[in-house]
């Protein structure tokens, strides 16, 4: 797959951070990580997460074909 971002927001509603993806596993971990990073910070008292797809120039949110987003595969995960 190409043209995924993870997006991430600590403490919202602050901006969110974006960062490339090249899979769904990829970005499954990315969060994963930064989960943990997130739960070692006393600053960060909530956090948002999600994988966006880029389609027609338009940045959306991500599925598979389930239905499931991609919070739904990192719960899965644990």
Request: proline share 4%; glycine share 4%; net charge negative.
């Amino acid at each position: 797959m190409n043209n995924l971002r993870v997006w991430h927001i600590q403490n919202p509603p602050n901006h969110p951070m974006h960062w490339s993806v090249s899979s769904v596993e990829e970005a499954r971990q990315k969060i994963q990580k930064l989960i943990q990073l997130d739960l070692k910070n006393t600053r960060i008292v909530s956090n948002a997460f999600g994988l966006e797809i880029q389609e027609n120039d338009e940045w959306s949110e991500w599925y598979n074909d389930e239905g499931q987003d991609i919070m739904e595969l990192v719960n899965d995960g644990d």
